[in-house]
């Protein structure tokens, strides 16, 4: 199973400690973590995913090595276009916080049907709201 974590390249610390605890029970699932390979909440869940002995995967959107706790880099030089492939790899899609970047993967993802759960993110129909990471998980993952 792969699950995408988007959400913005700056974000708050709590939304850091989130993202960094679902990359972390992301990995505890066995799943491998998709993202969009850049700082903020993308570089705290790979951190946690790694913490977690996780696979994490950045779809980049340029040329360059994307955080440091990738372990597979796709560079696409597609910039925001990008979105489109880390939701498109993913079997379940988690959102925290983010603004209008994180809106546009979440709407991709909803129109390629892929379940949606969301930590204090965008209110729109589709998205799944979560309280807290381990039930993001949970519900993104499966019993």
């Known amino acids: 199973m792969q699950v995408a974590v988007i959400g913005a390249s700056d974000c708050t610390p709590e939304e850091s400690e989130s993202a960094r605890m679902l990359g972390w ?21 790979c951190m ?29 030089g597609l910039g925001h276009a990008r979105n489109v492939l880390v939701v498109q790899s993913a079997d379940a899609v988690i959102a925290i916080g983010g603004s209008y970047g ?30 807290t990471p381990e039930e993001a998980v949970e519900r993104a993952t499966g019993p």
Do not use: F, Q
């Open 102 to 131: 994180t809106l546009s993967e979440i709407a991709i993802a909803l129109k390629m049907k892929h379940p949606v759960y969301g930590l204090k993110t965008w209110a729109i129909d589709g998205v799944v709201p979560c309280s």
């Open 48 to 76: 946690g995913a790694r913490e977690g002995g996780g696979r994490t995967v950045g779809i980049v959107p340029d040329r360059g090595n994307g955080n440091p706790y990738l372990d597979i880099v796709v560079r696409t």
């Open 25 to 45: 029970l992301i990995a505890k699932k066995g799943a491998t973590l998709v993202c969009g390979g850049l700082g903020g909440v993308m570089e705290a869940a």
